[in-house]
DNA sequence: CTCTCGATGTTCT
DNA sequence: GAACATCGAGAGG
């Protein structure tokens, strides 16, 4: 019997991402909304890291949906991304700011701080939730998961897209993909 | 409010 | 050796 999820993340990243919104991030005490998410699509993609090809750090990214894909970025920051798609199309979805719904004192305790400015952005998630490298390659659908993504408990009123942020290295074509979608109302990152 | 800059480690050239 | 899907502190307006 296939997981709720399971027909969100089966679809390529651009689609997959605008549908993550409003899905939620269960671990340990934390519960939270995604309110901002981006999409990096095929290796075709110049801002997706499997552009380079199928390398030791990019093979989780053709492993189908529902793999974690956690990596080091700037050399201090982790990135929470969920793959999808379909097995042997490298295409995931960074999740890029969150809103915390359960364990604000966890997050407060972790973070310095609580509020909006606490979850707004791709390295904030992860030090929010507590996640590192070690999560990376794990399943969703893995027994010993210690993630869980639900249906959102409040439908997603509307969505916004916009260019993805942060990879103009990309060239104008793929830096400027619509393939960042939010929420308004939310505490996000790039609120345009 | 905006802008600049430094921190810090893995990956690929 | 350069680049990098970022963040927060500090300076200036």
């Not at 509020?115 to 996640?131: E, S």
């Not at 409040?154 to 942060?166: F, I, K, L, Y």
Request: proline share 9%.
């Amino acid at each position: 019997m296939a997981a709720p999820w399971q027909t969100v993340l089966e679809r390529p990243a651009p689609q997959a991402a605008r549908a993550l919104l409003g899905w939620e991030l269960w671990l340990g005490e934390v519960r939270a909304r995604i309110v901002e998410t981006e999409g990096y699509h095929t290796e075709a993609d110049l801002a997706c890291h499997a552009s380079k090809g199928c390398t030791p750090r990019t093979e989780t990214l053709y492993t189908g949906p529902g793999t974690l894909y956690v990596y080091l970025c700037y050399g201090m920051h982790w990135m929470l991304n969920l793959t999808c798609c379909e097995v042997g199309i490298p295409s995931a979805v960074l999740i890029r700011s969150i809103a915390v719904l359960e364990g604000d004192q966890v997050v407060r305790q972790r973070r310095g701080r609580s509020g909006p400015q606490a979850t707004n952005g791709p390295g904030k998630v992860c030090a929010a939730l507590g996640i590192t490298g070690a999560l990376n390659r794990q399943r969703l659908d893995a027994a010993d998961c210690p993630l869980a993504l639900l249906p959102p408990s409040r439908p997603v009123r509307r969505a916004q897209r916009g260019p993805r942020v942060g990879v103009a290295y990309a060239g104008s074509e793929w830096a400027g993909k619509p393939w960042r979608f939010w929420e308004p109302g939310w505490p996000v990152a790039s609120p345009r």
